[in-house]
């Protein structure tokens, strides 16, 4: 709630309280934080959300005089490299990184996800900011709320909330981890919170436009040769309600891609009308197979075909590891879904 | 500005207005159509934006006691017939068809842009909605804004200026709108008054993730057969700065599809870091050629590649037809993009 004086008197204008839980928070913590070094940790394999939030966080308390800084086991992915700017990132291993003082973890819906680091970590983290259903609460303190999209939105929130001045390069970070764990807007957690932060964020300079370039025009055409092996590898079953693609291995020497650059392609059969449940099939260097599972609405339980194969996940999104021959595998997995899709 | 007391007593609650040249004039065009048959027409081939727009004036008109119908010469598109409920629409040419006394656009650009009952309804548009940097001016009032969009976005603004109640079919429609016109959030026109006013129209009940259900994941397994033949077709040309796809005119019968499927193709090549400009060159029935032409920039002016063939458009999505040979033809085009992708 914000207090202001107009020409004729004092009138409130009404403001949006975005996370009453935790803002009231944020100020005492900073104010904890003065002359400490402060490490923000983000998740392995980290995606849009984790890096946009490791950026704003570390951008936020430097702007408020906190010596914190950026750590993280894997490198910034090729697509994000963008969104950085000038803020401090340090692999676990580097001379330079700071010993820290307190510690800080975003998206990290386990203390393992930071890595090998974990071990010495636990029980010391400060803070842990996520959104993940699965987050126990590992942190001295916790802002975790499953009702938001992304751990971007929960710090775009407290921030707005406690009027703290974001810098361009900090409301693109946010905008970006919001719109990337959205599925671009997409998702069922696209709220009114999630659109009236981002229009925060333009006020503060975040550029779409400039986002959706970075995210979605720097393919590499090695990566569309492998969507097209992909699309022509595509069998449909039971009634088209199944949609099964393959990545063999040999196709990423083919292509000049790696494993890391199939990520999306199970959207394609999953955007048709008929299927109920994509499945990517990629055979492993070693001869073993992955398995992606896919499916539309949570009814259709694809957790449940998974953990039959030793997997798991969620409703909608699990996966699995499997050492049979593919004709085996195969048939056991068509077996299974047909029970699944037809119910 | 919207007044509302609060048990302290009188206090404002400061809301934005969207469309302070527009959203005045609305109380007394509504007060004039009580009693009149007031047709709202769409464009030739509509799209999520046209629809979307005709939906919620129809629906908001008729809300306000208006008899307000929805008229457009082409059918409504398979994917966005989930989004019109029980508004009524009609075929120009249906008997059903109630003699309209007053008649509005919404998303034409120019009044040709109707179909042929343009000629009889010349000088005769109460009221034009557009954002089209193209339109005239032709009704007798005019809400034009080339800032905006999507006309959705002023229709959307206009409504929220002026506290009309929006059922959960209108929000949702003018979600579409907004959110089909900015290229589901991408293009450079997606703004802060974007953002706002969609997390506005949640409250009213629009729903992002049914709303990209029904846009996206009701393809056909023609539509992705087509795409992965697109995809093959694919070449690269100087230094992989042009890339151009091809559609025989024999992969539609091949594939189940026609040429509206193809809608987007383009934007797979468009999509790669290295290409400055992608074309798509579809073979027509009569053997002529369409090329579509997209650039990343508008400094990359296509829409002067496509004057050299007769065609036009704007300086970063332009098109034109050819009837010489497919070699001759590709040469002139490769020869002129040369100099475009080296400017």
Known sequence: MIWMTSPKGTIIVSEEVYYPAFSPNFPSLVAGL???????????????????????????LR?????????NAHPIPYNLGAFVGDTPFFPPDSPDLPEADETITVDCSTLDRIGSSAAS????ILLAVDHHISNPGFGLQNWIDTDS????????????????RMDATTAQALYVGIATDTGH?????????????????????????EAAHELFEKESIGRLRLLTLFLESLEFHHDNRVCIGFIRHSMFGETGTDRSQAEGFVDFPRSIDSVKVAVLIEEQADGSYKGSLRSKRPSVRVDQVAAAFGGGGHACAAGFECRSTLQEFKAKLLSLLEKTVSA
């Open 121 to 124: 970590l636990k029980g010391k």
């Open 149 to 164: 999209a992304a751990t971007a939105e929960i710090l775009a929130g407290v921030f707005c909330d406690c009027g703290v």
């Open 185 to 209: 807007f997409r998702y069922p957690a696209t709220s009114h919170r999630v659109f009236s932060l981002c229009s925060h964020l333009l006020d503060c300079g975040a550029r779409p436009a």
């Open 34 to 60: 003065h002359g400490k070094k402060v490490a923000v940790w983000g998740h392995l394999r980290p995606d849009g959300d984790c890096i946009g939030s490791q950026v704003a966080l570390v951008r936020v």
């Open 63 to 71: 702007g408020m005089g906190v010596n914190a800084y950026a750590v």
